[in-house]
């Protein structure tokens, strides 16, 4: 079983034990599969008489596996996909059987939900990869293993079968201590931050009274998940001799993936993100006091000012480390050039 996305390829497949073998049938199957089908799924096909031994299903998944025996496995085709594939333009920076890499344009939604059952990443992405999608979970999708709000930008990977999806989950939960992953973002902030480098570490849970908004929390509070994010000031605009400044671009490598959390910790220091009006509301009448010609760009920037410009990880068969980066799209270059006015 040295090459699962080899395996993957076929429904259905031979298992013979050899004298090595022991345990439950359960584990025995998820181990020989080599990552392809978790354990759940497995017993789910087990009990679903989808294994057969000698011609006759078996359908208990705690029996014990003995040497000589000859397990073949009924796996299913992945269920037809839902939502449905939509023919939205996409920018490819990478595209192969595992994985698609895509630069994300302001606007679009990466998951279907309420409100956005149509025209998101994943219909997009359905309709671009049609059968290329071995499945996800037993249905043919992509596999999102990490988001990007709507209004931001940037680069995104996704899997498009089961064992990418899982290699790229387990680099997005290692967020990038022990493996090659990294991501990284350039922000547009109010103000200058006192220090030019610097690390915000503040756990973050969801606000009181909120669903969708994020803030800061105690260490001890119960629904407190670890955040942390390190930013550089790479420019400062219109700064003064007391070392304040009227905006900055700030790039933020991020340590932990939480919703909204760029957004949430340089709001935190006091530096909210030039068109947040989630969580620099209180900075829009700092817009009205610049001149005109800056005034008219500054409102009329109708999104947060947040890039994903690098992403690296490891590709999950070949283990090459895959380095991409996309430049500032066209609405903040014009708004760094205002602000430089």
């Known amino acids: 079983m040295s090459d699962p996305f080899k395996q993957a390829a076929g429904n259905r497949k031979v298992l013979t034990a050899d004298e090595t073998a022991e345990g439950r049938l359960d584990a025995w199957l998820t181990a020989q599969l080599g990552e392809e089908f978790s354990r759940s799924r497995i017993k789910a096909l087990i009990k679903d008489g989808q294994v057969f031994l000698r011609g006759q299903p078996v359908t208990d998944p705690q029996r014990k596996v003995r040497t000589g025996d000859s397990f073949e496995i009924t796996l299913p085709e992945p269920d037809d996909p839902t939502p449905q ?85 387990l680099q997005f939960a290692d967020h990038g201590r022990t493996m090659p992953l990294e991501r990284a973002y350039q922000a547009i902030v109010w103000g200058r931050p006192r220090t030019l480098t610097g690390t915000v570490d503040a756990p973050l849970g969801r606000a009181t009274g909120d669903r969708t908004r994020r803030a800061v929390k105690r ?17 400062r605009f219109q700064e003064k001799p007391d070392a304040t400044a009227l905006a900055s671009l700030v790039e933020c490598h991020l340590e932990t993936g939480r919703t909204h959390q760029i957004r949430v910790h340089m709001a935190h220091i006091g530096h909210p993100l030039l068109g947040d009006t989630v969580y620099g509301a209180g900075f829009k009448t700092k817009a009205n006091l610049l001149p005109e010609d800056i005034r008219k760009v500054v409102n009329g920037f109708g999104r947060q000012a947040l890039h994903a410009f690098m992403l690296q990880f490891e590709h999950p068969r070949t283990g090459e480390v895959m380095h991409f980066e996309v430049p500032l799209p066209d609405d903040m270059v014009e708004l760094v050039e205002a602000l430089r006015r």
């Open 85 to 169: 594939g939509e023919d939205i333009p996409l920018d490819i920076l990478h595209e192969d059987e595992d994985v698609i890499v895509i630069s994300k344009p302001s606007g679009l939604v990466v998951h279907p939900g309420p409100g956005n059952w149509t025209g998101t990443l994943v219909n997009a992405l359905i309709y671009h990869c049609g059968d290329t999608l071995s499945g996800i979970g037993g249905v043919r999708r992509p596999g999102i293993v990490h988001r990007l709000d709507k209004d931001t930008t940037g680069v995104m990977v996704v899997a498009k079968n089961d064992i990418a999806h899982r290699h790229l989950s």
């Open 219 to 235: 260490p001890d509070s119960h629904d407190a998940d670890e955040a942390i994010t390190h930013y550089e000031v790479i420019e």
